[in-house]
């Protein structure tokens, strides 16, 4: 099954105000594809046009052969059970119990018995090392160990596609560590296409393995974690170097005479 996601020339604009230009980039599966820019970029309407939230004024998004917009309604929903979501506050509901959480995709799109489902959502949490926690709800648990319900119920239904919008917001600077790591063990364990959007510099550095890069609508680089310092492109550099880690690693490479 093709798991590559394509976007050919995306345009999308609110109340004659363009938030998206021309943007074209593919997505590979196994791999963290990273949406990266400042807060107002456009970062988030590319996220949730990839996700089928809102509709493009013009381009189109692939998923392998298929093209977004000429879906009919009974193909997105299929497309929808092969897509997982990881919200930025995790989004759990606060009346359910952490496994009824995981559950809840699983009662949507199947038939499957109560046993069946739980034994999914029993290995989902395993999966993300929440072990005992079954009967908790969200409110008993740290900020750290919802987001790993969260993945948990993102890939509740083995999803070929998962979008993580800030997965790290909220979270001390070691637990974003540990989240970014189970994100990137569960893209290539399962073969995932997954898409991240996110301005945490240590993420970017950490697990991207193709990024995206986003000012003020425009795409203006693509590359890697290995190749970011590298670019010419000045308005990618002043992200960059908006962090502290990433200006005392160039600074490190000019002090080694490496090229940046």
């Known amino acids: ?3 590559i996601i394509k976007v050919e020339n995306l345009c999308k604009s609110f109340d004659g105000e363009t938030v998206l230009k021309d943007v074209s980039i593919s997505y590979e599966p196994g791999k963290c594809n990273m949406i990266i820019g400042a807060s107002g970029s456009g970062k988030t309407v590319l996220l949730k046009n990839l996700i089928g939230l809102l509709e493009p004024d013009s381009g189109e998004i692939w998923y392998g052969d298929e093209p977004l917009s000429g879906m009919s309604y009974g193909e997105k929903r299929r497309l929808r059970r ?3 979501v990881l919200f930025q506050s995790s989004a759990l509901f606060d009346f359910a119990t952490v496994i009824e959480n995981v559950m809840f995709p699983m009662d949507f799109f199947t038939d499957w018995s109560f046993q069946e489902k739980r034994e999914r959502a029993r290995f989902c949490l395993e999966r993300v090392n929440v072990i005992g926690s079954d009967d908790k709800y969200p409110n008993e648990l740290s900020g750290g160990m919802q987001k790993r319900v969260g993945i948990a119920r993102a890939i ?12 790290n917001s909220g979270l001390d600077p070691y637990t974003s560590i540990l989240i970014d790591g189970l994100i990137q063990d ?5 073969n995932i296409t997954t898409i991240v959007n996110t301005h945490d510099m240590n993420s970017i550095l950490g697990i991207g393995d193709r990024i995206a890069f986003i000012h003020k609508g425009s795409m203006l680089w693509s590359g890697t974690n290995q190749t970011i310092f590298d670019s010419d492109c000045r308005e990618l550099m002043d992200f960059v170097c908006a962090n ?17």
């Open 244 to 260: 502290t880690l990433a200006r005392n690693i160039i600074e490190e490479r000019k002090a080694a005479g490496k090229k940046l």
């Open 156 to 167: 509740a239904m083995n999803p070929d596609f998962l979008f993580c919008d800030e997965p």
């Open 186 to 190: 569960i893209t290539r364990e399962f």
């Open 1 to 3: 099954m093709n798991k």
């Open 82 to 84: 092969r897509i997982g």
